[in-house]
Every structure is written in C-alpha cells, then in structure tokens.
C-alpha cells in the first residue's frame, strides 16, 4: 500500500464507476433469490392449476330445420259491372226516323216519365217545369241579391235625415280639464237608416269616445236613389261646448 512522507498508509477514496459495479452486482443477487424463491414456491404450491376454458364458437353443433313459410293468399280482384248508362227514350220525344205509318195509340202519351240518370227529373209535357225535347229539368230560384257597398253622397241622392237624436256624455275629465270643441265622424248609414259603423276624423282626444257612442245610438231616414233605399257615407260633426 502507498504510504506518505510521514509513513502513514494513504486510503483512496472510492470512484464513482467502484459504486455503479457494487449497486449493479446487488441487484443481480436480489433478482436471482426472488426468481429462485417464486421456482420453490411452484413447487410446493398445493392443488391443482384451472382448467382451461373450451372456446365458445363451435362448441356444440345444433342442426337447423329449414320450413316453408305460408303465404297469405293472394286477392282475386273482380271487375265490377259498369252500370248501364244508356238514356232512357222519352216516349214525348220527337222521332229522330220519319215514321212509315200511323201507329196506334199506346196510352202512355203526355204520361209521366223519369230518366236513367239521376241528374234529370221526370216532368210532364206541358207541365210548369221547363223542357227540351221531353226532357225536362226543375227550376231553381234565383240567387239573393248582393248586398250593395255604400257610397258617398252625391246629387241624385236624398240625403238621409236625423230622426233620433242622442246628446253626447260630456266626460267629467274633460270638463275638469275645460276642454271643448268640435268632434267630426264619419258614419255609415244602411238601408234601415241606422248607423252600422261609425270612425272619428277629427280627433279631441278627451272627447272622441263620447262623440262616437252618441252617434251609434243616432236614426236617420234611409237614403233614396232611385225609388230605392242604399247604404251611404256621411260626414258627421259632435259640438262639446261648457257653459259658463
């Protein structure tokens, strides 16, 4: 061993690559003992290993059974009869073939008859109903007049006059407020002469609802044109004036 200049013995220290062989060599003895102990282990372990599970597809085979299946039967479709549509002769008709001879009376001349169809009424010739060639169809009413819209007042027309007269309401806001004026509507008179509708053109706010439910309940003559009552147009005016 190497010694100093004082003739102690001089210790080295230890390398890094001395610790990594040491570290490495333990380890390699611990893995060994763990393997060696898991062997010995085996060996005296007691019972016996599981059996193996059998794979589930292919196992058994189970014969199929092959069966015709039974169709619904079939529908047989039956064409109908077309109903006879051919029109029944009217003996009241005309001859459509100039005649050979003078046949004998039958009877059934001017008699009632009906036709195949159930668009066509049987009639008598002669009878209040209309006929074409001892056919005959019924009369239907006329259809009712359309209403006529109403017009505004023009020469030729008698102007409707008030009959009843209904006093405005005069609101207690716009008296406490002192409002007044003049309210203009206009109205719409029908035949009757009542008023049907009534729209405020000239508007005072606090007072158009008072106007308008004076009016409705106004009656007038109805308008003439012609000899004949119409619906009119007509301007109107409501006057709310405070006393002093």
Do not use: C
């Amino acid at each position: 061993m190497p010694h100093d200049m004082f003739g102690n013995v001089a210790v080295r220290p230890s390398t890094p690559r001395s610790r990594k062989e040491s570290v490495l060599i333990v380890s390699v003895v611990v893995h060994v003992v763990a393997i060696v102990a898991i062997g010995v282990a085996q060996l005296f372990a007691v019972g016996s290993l599981p059996a193996p599970r059998r794979p589930l597809a292919f196992q058994e085979f189970v014969p199929v059974q092959v069966r015709d299946i039974e169709l619904p039967p079939q529908q047989r479709y039956v064409r109908a009869a077309w109903p006879d549509t051919t029109p029944t002769v009217s003996p009241n008709a005309a001859p459509l073939v100039a005649p050979l001879g003078i046949t004998e009376e039958t009877g059934l001349e001017g008699s009632r008859t009906t036709a195949a169809s159930s668009m066509v009424i049987g009639i008598e010739r002669g009878s209040a109903l209309g006929s074409v060639d001892g056919v005959g169809t019924a009369a239907l009413p006329p259809p009712p007049p359309m209403p006529r819209p109403p017009v505004r007042l023009h020469s030729g027309i008698r102007e409707p006059r008030k009959i009843v007269n209904v006093p405005p309401i005069y609101p207690p806001v716009a008296q406490a407020a002192r409002v007044q004026g003049v309210v203009i509507i206009e109205a719409v008179i029908d035949t009757t002469g009542a008023v049907e509708s009534a729209r405020v053109l000239r508007s005072i706010p606090l007072l158009d609802q008072a106007a308008l439910d004076a009016v409705r309940k106004w009656t007038y003559s109805p308008a003439m044109l012609n000899g004949m009552p119409i619906p009119v147009i007509m301007t109107v005016t409501v006057n709310f004036t405070l006393t002093p």
